[in-house]
């Protein structure tokens, strides 16, 4: 049965493949466009602001100023989550640093000894948020209005903690000790970071690129499939659809809670990379889309008062 479920997997992936040179070859043009907008968010957006903050993260891990954090809010986290001092520590990073930050962070802490395996599974499955700027800044001018942008911050945030508490009994009570020391150097941060953020701009492109063989496709299903795809420019797409202002706004909260195939793949790289399991997160970032969907859904006609 494994031996027929891995050819059926081996020959998805080769149609796939196969399609999806024919696509650079056929509509080359709007490839090489679709790949010129990934660079840009690369230049403005990733380059910019998420490598010096991803640098910063990595020093406030390997300084140990994550795990202080995280044992002024041990105890509410603790009771709540079921997090360890350094656990509640990535999950606070991960909340204002933006994806794939709690990802890279609880890899970090499980490398070091300061998490156990269980418990970075679970923490990455949350943690990996948009930031508040972002959402305010971006997806907020986006859809008119920065108050709905902080809104779909907080409803994102709320369904990550949802999802927190159906794993609270999943992390354990008890956490590793540190087996090796930090290597806390300003250096060693900018290398090892700059390496990430490079292949971060690596999947932004080809995704952004894979986002636009969606647009074969009739709207508004061409809209839903590309904003679900690469974020930054799905999101951009989903506001511009031909849908009722009621199902755009949740379908952008949704995908922003999604995060996008993209980043997901950056988690999933950096979560495997360190021997950590994603069936958490995958299970995780769907469950969070569905419950930011129908909350902005429901809440749509309040908010806009």
């Not at 479920?5 to 992936?13: G, R, V």
């Not at 069936?279 to 429901?298: E, N, R, T």
């Amino acid at each position: 049965m494994t031996g027929v479920k891995h050819k059926i997997k081996y020959a998805a992936a080769v149609v796939l493949t196969l399609f999806f040179t024919a696509y650079l070859l056929i509509f080359g043009g709007a490839a090489r466009e679709a790949a010129k907008g990934g660079l840009d968010v690369c230049f403005d957006v990733i380059l910019t602001a998420v490598f010096p903050f991803s640098v910063a993260s990595k020093l406030l891990i390997s300084s140990g100023v994550c795990g202080f954090l995280g044992k002024t809010a041990a105890k509410p986290l603790a009771r709540l989550l079921g997090l360890s001092p350094s656990g509640a520590g990535v999950f606070l990073l991960g909340l204002v640093g933006g994806y794939p930050t709690g990802a890279s962070g609880a890899a970090e802490l499980y490398k070091s000894g300061l998490i156990s395996k269980s418990e970075a599974e679970v923490v990455i499955s949350y943690s990996n948020n948009a930031t508040p700027a972002f959402m305010i800044n971006y997806i907020g001018l986006l859809i008119g209005s920065k108050r709905l942008g902080l809104i779909f911050y907080a409803v994102n945030i709320c369904a990550a903690l949802i999802w927190a508490l159906f794993l609270r009994k999943k992390t354990g009570p008890e956490y590793k000790t540190v087996s090796k020391p930090l290597d806390f150097s300003f250096i060693s941060a900018v290398k090892s970071c700059g390496g990430q953020i490079l292949n971060v701009c690596f999947f932004i492109i080809v995704f952004a690129v894979i986002s636009s063989v969606f647009s074969l496709l009739p709207p508004p299903f061409s809209s839903v499939f590309r904003g679900f795809t690469e974020l930054t420019t799905g999101a951009a797409v989903l506001s511009g659809a031909d849908l009722p202002a009621r199902i755009t706004a949740p379908l952008i909260c949704a995908a922003s809670s999604f995060s996008g195939l993209c980043v997901a793949s950056q988690v999933i790289s950096v979560s495997r990379g360190a021997g950590i399991g994603v069936k958490y997160y995958v299970c995780g970032k769907i469950f969070q889309s569905v419950i930011s969907f129908f909350a902005v859904f429901i809440l749509y006609p309040y908010i806009l008062s």
